[in-house]
């Protein structure tokens, strides 16, 4: 969640401090499973300095490159790869730096060099402690063998602006330690995402300044068909997700993450990517002013701040952009994918993904938007095995999860009904019918996005309500159809002559609640 004014940030503060009186201190537990490492610090420079790319981020080097001289050398017998070109939880880089992970330590080196690799200055407790990573932009998030995290501000500068903190979740990066979401932290199935981009495209093409960051971890779950994200801002729970690809049923068996572009593939070599974060998704209205509807090509607000505030620049368009499949890569692979920035935009990506090419070992690499895939020779062993199936096609829907048992239906005030079959509450975009009262049916659709929220909550549905805003959408019924005047006249009269129709949803287990509709759609 994107960093913004102090008065937003006291009513946060005293938001979650009232919901989270008796909140957990590191240390307070003996058990060492239930807490993070207590060496670690608490405060940061994460907690200090908003991440506002080009005003405060990155920070100056103190001393440039020579600071990492003063950093140990590697132990003699440790093996280090000749240049890091994939990120995954062994490894990672950013135009600064380039880190391994060692037998439980992490080593570090100028990007670009051929210096040695030296020691990162890492808190007692936790050196050697270390079994997973993940680097992103400006910030690297370790994980030690229980999943609790720790985090290690200022990547794009010099070692001796580096700092830890086990802190991570609301209120504004202070809850006491966090753990991956992902069952084997030391799986690729987790990475840490910091968005420093300066601008991103919204689904309607509509560009948007993006002077506040962003930092999410994001983690597949259960079967690899969830994908949950943890950001700092946000209570430390497991209640956000980003709706996975296919209706959320693809099963992913890897990720990587980069500056809010999620990067996934299956057991076939099927590969999604999603432009996709909480301020993205619209409900974030502190930085953010969404729409609905059709607003057309309006001209690009200077700054964020410009654009929250003057309607006279375009709101980002909702819903937000699915996914994106990605072309099958001609030639053999494993399952180590990554993503990384490749320039200032959020639309500025290259994937990789680890592989072999007429016997020579290396990586296929395209940019997000690119149609063809090429190949770079590292020569290097490779560290997964090659996928036994990955023909040049589509076999996405080999293994769907199961599509998912909530369906609800209820009727209109007027007489209407709606039906939502096989809901899923973290899609973007929900197949409805709307059938009328002489029987007709027509198909619409219901768009949703999380609502943002200052207390804990469960994973996904219960009893206890969960907001989502978001629109009804007519146009797929085609009103204008004079086949369809009945429908036409329902706009007018029960709609206010809008064909997206703007509504908060309540959804528990057991019943969707449409306002302002006053329809109550029961569990079917």
Known sequence: ????????????????????????????DPDAQSRPLGCVPEIGTLQIIPPLPGLFLPLPSIKGPSEFDDLPVAPAGLEFPPSVELRDTTQGFNDVVEVVLREGALYARPRGSAGPWRAVATPGCLAGQIVAMSLNNNMLVAADANGWIYSLDNLLSGPLLWNWTYSYGAPIWLWPGDRVAAADTTAQTWAISHRMSTSF??????????????????????????????????????????????????????????????????????????????????????????????????????????????????AISLPAQDWIAQPKIPGEITGRISVHDSGPLVENRELRVEGRRDGVTGYWFKDLAAADWQFTATNQPLQQQILSANPNLDQSSLTLAPESELSFRGALPTGWTLAVDHFDWAQTKHAVTLTSPTGHAYPIALYTTDELRLLPRGEGLDQNPRGLEGALDLRPADPRNPDNAELARFIDSTLNGQQIYEVKVEATESHLVLDPLGSVLDRT
């Open 201 to 314: 495209d919204d689904a309607e093409g509509n560009r948007h300044p993006t002077t506040a960051g962003l930092v999410e971890l994001v983690s597949l779950t259960g079967d690899g068909s969830r994908i949950v994200y943890q950001d700092p801002w946000l209570p430390p729970d497991r209640s956000y997700e980003i709706g996975g690809p296919l209706d959320g049923r693809f099963i992913s068996n890897s990720l990587s993450v980069s500056g809010s572009v999620t990067f996934v593939m299956n057991r076939y070599g099927d590969m999604y990517t999603r432009k996709y974060d909480l301020d993205m998704a619209g409900a974030n209205h502190i930085p953010g002013r969404y729409t609905w509807q059709e607003q057309g090509r309006k001209p690009s607000a200077p700054n964020q701040l410009v654009e929250r505030f003057d309607p006279q620049y375009a």
């Open 1 to 28: 969640m994107g960093r913004w004014t102090f008065g937003v940030r006291v009513v946060f503060v005293v938001g979650c401090v009232l919901a989270g009186a008796g909140m957990p201190t590191a240390g307070a």
